[in-house]
Antibody
Framework: EVQLVESGGGLIQPGGSLRLSCTAS????????MTWVRQAPGKGLEWVSI???????YYIDSVKGRFTISRDNSKNTLYLQINSLRAEDTAVYYC?????????????WGQGTMVTVSS | DIQLTQSPSFLSASVGHRVTITCRVS??????LAWYQQKPGKAPKLLIY???TLQSGVPSRFSGSGSGTEFTLTISSLQPEDFATYYC?????????FGGGTKVEIK
């Protein structure tokens, strides 16, 4: 079965760091393009970052320099390292897989992991 | 950044009715537009990609159309399981922005 399972969320103080994981099964993250999308409580979806199979990455401006997307092919896992956390980073973070054609859409989504930034 | 404006932001409709949601884009994106459905507490689900192509397994009552700067998602006959929030997303340029969402509720 093709699926994504996120982990690593939790309650973290402002300024802290966290690493989110997204473990894939049924396909290889190394040959897909993968993304992170977040959703603050009661709000809409916000795209955060993308990683292409060639290693190219993009980020939304508000997380540049603080968030890093990466993958470990041997573990078939996507990561999001999030540093210098702010209250406005509080959200459910979803990882998702891109469809076959480049920048088509994201067809497989994980269940999400909650990050709460609070003192 | 490309802005996506969905309308309406909320709609109330009855089972069996036809529903249309519009997504207006601040500049042309060719057909790099997707539609997602999200139910409370769940991850988004892909419905439509490339503006008008139905994702495998999605019921045929869903359809997408449009190009350039105006796109629509239509549900031809609303079913009880369709009550959810719908989002459009552009994948033409970075950041890959979403619309603000349209919540569809039972009338």
């Amino acid at each position: 079965e093709v699926q994504l399972v996120e982990s690593g969320g939790g309650l973290i103080q402002p300024g802290g760091s966290l690493r989110l994981s997204c473990t894939a099964s049924g396909f290889n993250v190394s040959i897909s393009y993968m993304t992170w999308v977040r959703q603050a409580p009661g709000k809409g979806l916000e795209w955060v970052s993308i990683l292409y199979s060639a290693g190219i990455t993009y980020y939304i401006d508000s997380v540049k320099g603080r968030f890093t997307i990466s993958r470990d092919n041997s573990k078939n896992t996507l990561y999001l390292q999030i540093n210098s956390l702010r209250a406005e980073d509080t959200a459910v973070y979803y990882c998702a897989r891109g469809r076959e054609r480049l920048n088509d859409a994201f067809d497989i989504w994980g269940q999400g992991t909650m990050v709460t930034v609070s003192s | 950044d490309i802005q996506l404006t969905q309308s309406p932001s909320f709609l109330s409709a009855s089972v069996g009715h036809r529903v249309t949601i519009t997504c207006r884009v601040s500049r042309g994106i060719n057909s790099f537009l997707a539609w997602y459905q999200q139910k409370p507490g769940k991850a988004p689900k892909l419905l439509i990609y490339a503006a008008s192509t139905l994702q495998s397994g999605v019921p045929s009552r869903f359809s997408g159309s449009g190009s350039g700067t105006e796109f629509t998602l239509t549900i031809s006959s609303l079913q009880p399981e369709d009550f959810a929030t719908y989002y459009c997303q552009q994948l033409n340029s970075y950041p890959l922005t979403f619309g603000g969402g349209t919540k569809v509720e039972i009338k």
